[in-house]
C-alpha cells in the first residue's frame, strides 16, 4: 500500500498526533510510517492494521490507489470516473 503524503500529513496534524502515535496505535514500527511518508509502499500485513487502526473511511482517503493500480472499492463510480480517484 502506498499513500498520499501530503493527506497523511494533514491526518496526523489534524488529529494531533505523531508518526510514533500513529505506529503505535496502528501496531506496526515507526519505519513503516517513515517509509509511508517517503513515498514507499508497506506490505500487505501493515497495510491491515493501518486501515484497520485508521478505519475505512479514513483510510480510502489516504490510500494512493492509481499508485498501487487499483481503483478505491468504496468510492462510488461517478467519482472514481470524475476524478480519477486520485485527488489531492
Known sequence: MKVKIKRLLLYL???????EALADGAEIGVSE???????EAVD?????????YL???TAQG???WNAIGKV?????KADNEN??????
Do not use: F, Q, V
Request: some cysteine; hydrophobic content about 30%.
Open 62 to 64: 489516504l490510500i494512493d
Open 44 to 52: 500487505e500485513p501493515t497495510a491491515r492494521k493501518l486501515i484497520y
Open 33 to 39: 510510517i517513515d517509509s509511508l511518508l517517503n513515498g
Open 72 to 76: 478505491n472499492p468504496l468510492a462510488c
Open 55 to 57: 478505519g475505512a473511511d
Open 83 to 88: 476524478k480519477g480517484g486520485n485527488d489531492e
Open 13 to 19: 496534524e489534524t488529529n494531533g498526533l505523531s508518526k
